[in-house]
């Protein structure tokens, strides 16, 4: 009997060895599991660059087999540029939600704040994710948060500028002072144009309202403007273009997709490329990835997009080897 009781106990005890030796699931192992995965989108406005990064973030989960109606469901908030809207959209989603995106800096910094320090949160097209605040790193995350990164290629966005405006001395550059991106973009491009003896001309708008009276003011005082990837002023690109068009001023955006709301050129990264490398880190964390040590995603190969009407209206002359790469790998706006 003592034998049995102690080959019972031998066994118990090997049991629970193993038991407590295995490694532990992470929460995202659990996830990929389930068979409907909640995820939660908060964007932080509506304007074409953070749409397409949006629609992005859906074909990239679709990339790694998650789809709606199959195994996850989607809720989407979309805070249209109000603080007190994206705070209460934030704490919302991280409540319900097991896996959050955040479009735009002020939203993943919103997730953030609301979630726990265990839920996924994978930001979608920051441009300055350790500047932010939102790693530690951009190697090593260190927590809940990774995500895709897109930084402006600004070297050769001025150069740009460059090429086709030989001319331009006095640069024009805007951005939005509650925008942490736009503002980091727009301090570094400055560098670049003293670097390169030109004449940087800083101007900040507090909001959209104000890009009415700025941009009016500033098109009289540069030769040429440079609009960041910033979303105040992506959002009110069309006020920006309008007073630049009546100076007989060019704008040079970041985004490709504010090209098509009137910018003359750029050389620029795609935006459903940003999102759609964010939604493919979503669903390899949803596999088991670790968002601590899973390095930010960087989308960092460019292309010329070009506006023909904006060109023919300024009557701009393109130098013949951009737009043979704007028509072969990039796009021409008609």
Do not use: C, W
């Amino acid at each position: 009997m003592k034998r049995i009781i102690a080959f019972i106990g031998a066994i118990v005890a090997f049991l629970a060895v193993a038991l407590f030796t295995q490694p532990a699931q992470n929460d995202s192992t659990k996830l990929a599991q389930q068979k409907n995965i909640k995820i939660g989108i908060l964007q932080l406005v509506s304007h074409p660059a953070l749409d397409q990064i949006h629609a992005g973030i859906i074909t990239g989960l679709k990339d790694e087999g998650f789809k709606e109606k199959k195994n996850i469901t989607i809720e989407f908030q979309n805070a249209q540029g109000d603080q007190s809207n994206l705070k209460t959209m934030a704490q919302q989603i991280a409540d319900r939600d097991d896996i959050l995106f955040g479009i735009a800096t002020p939203a993943a910094q919103a997730l953030v704040n609301s979630a726990n320090k265990t839920t996924p949160i994978i930001m979608a097209g920051i441009s300055d994710p350790a500047g932010s605040g939102l790693v530690k790193s951009e190697k090593h995350p260190g927590a809940n948060v990774t995500g895709s990164s897109g930084d402006s290629p600004l070297e050769k966005q001025l150069k740009l500028i460059q090429d086709i405006m030989p001319q331009a001395k006095n640069i024009g550059v805007i951005y939005t002072s509650s925008d942490a991106g736009g503002q980091s973009n727009a301090k570094k491009f400055v560098k670049l144009v003293k670097k390169a003896g030109l004449q940087p001309k800083l101007y900040t708008i507090a909001n959209t309202n104000d890009m009415q009276q700025i941009s009016q003011q500033m098109a009289g005082q540069v030769d040429a403007i440079y609009a960041p990837q910033d979303n105040g002023v992506a959002s009110s690109m069309k006020t920006l273009v309008n007073n630049a068009n009546q100076a007989g001023k060019p704008v040079f955006p970041a985004a490709d997709t504010m090209v098509k709301d009137g910018g003359t050129a750029a050389y620029a990264i795609d935006q459903h490329d940003l999102g759609r490398l964010a939604g493919q880190m979503a669903g390899r964390v949803l596999k088991g990835k670790k968002t601590a040590t899973y390095p930010v995603g960087f989308v960092v190969k460019g292309k010329y997009v070009l506006n023909q009407d904006q060109i023919d209206k300024l009557h701009i002359k393109i130098p013949a080897k951009i737009m043979q790469q704007a028509q072969k790998n990039g796009r021409v706006i008609k």
